[in-house]
């Protein structure tokens, strides 16, 4: 890349001397084709709702519809190479490219379809991901009761954009980006396939690892968890903790309001196990981690100290954290009622299968060793999109330009687009 001087203003930022700058309307029909009341009732099309689109990797997931059944919102005519732009909570950015064939497919009108005519689909695509973009949305959804823009707001959004060629080139760069953060997500999607798998088979016994045989024992919680009362604040505004869902983990309370008057808190320390009573069913458990020790939480939220020479902790957070251990509750087999709150003493009381802690910790340590390399590769597309975000920055709005070759301008007039 090369750098250029910059001569124009949009948005306080300059912009090369030889870019435009154009709104959508001028390089894009928007919502050019719709279906019509007299659509004929057996019509079948692949339907996009607003929920279809995901905003990480902008894969797409349609339903069969037909006409005379379909949502009355299912209108918007869609081709290959338009953009769908979600113009509900756009901030969100639930846009997606139909870059594949496609025959039959209609849109919600809580979409946009973009059809670009004097300008790169691609680039326009990558537009939208924009800091110049998002700052217009900013504009339009401020003080609105309701976070949604429309068509004609849409057609007034403003694009910088450069030269045809120079705007492939952009594109091209960028969705290298997208394709190489998109292959490390398929690559976390199939470690995550794997973990669930080990989960499923190691901390049941279906499968068992090398060298271990012996008989999976029954024994009680209350065996190796103690609940810890050490009294706190009782309700003064103080350093307090809540336990995530689906075991995702114990954090610090964002809320610091002052608890009613007769609210008794309790200090917790780290390496406990804590859970909710309320959540039970939802798999809402942990271990508190060193940086929440002394935090507080209601009885609500109980604690408990753990054998360690009886239990594996790691071993143990994995265990109760599978949706086939929590949700067998659902029927009230704790206590044999249906519960809003499962008591510490029904929980100590739950007898569950477990192997010999030589076991525990052989199998501890595969789940930890998988959740490292998942870590690993989420950091890494954390990472990638930040380079991304980088890029953006300078490329789209051309504090950076590429250089490009002869070459690399034949090929791109070989596609059809050409300069004007």
Known sequence: MIETKSAKAFYNTEIPSDWEVKHFEDV???DKESLKGNTPKDYEFDYISLSDVDSDDFKIETTKQVFASAPSRARRVVNQGDIIMSTVRPNLQGFSLIRNDAKDLI???GFAVITAKKCSNEFLFQYLFSSGIE???YQLLVGSNYPAINSSDVRKLKISLPPLPEQ???ANVLGKMDEAINANNQLISQKELRKKWLMQNLLTGKKRLKGFSGEWKEVKFGAFLKESRIKGNSGDIAKKITVK???????AKSDKTKGSKNTQYFIRKSDQFIYSKLDFLNGAFGIIPQELNDYESTLDLPCFDINTSKVNKAFLLSFVTRKDFY???DDGAIG????KRIQVTEFLNIKPQFPALQEQTAIAQILQAADKELNLLKTKTDKLKEQKKGMMQVLLTGKKRLKLS????KDLRNTGLTEK
Do not use: H, M, P
């Open 28 to 30: 894009a029909a928007i």
């Open 135 to 137: 700052r217009q949305f």
């Open 406 to 409: 002869e070459q690399d301008f």
């Open 107 to 109: 849109a919600s009108t």
């Open 327 to 329: 949700k067998r509750y």
């Open 336 to 339: 044999g009622r249906k519960a």
């Open 245 to 251: 869902l689906y075991g995702n983990g114990v954090f």
């Open 168 to 170: 492939r080139a952009i």
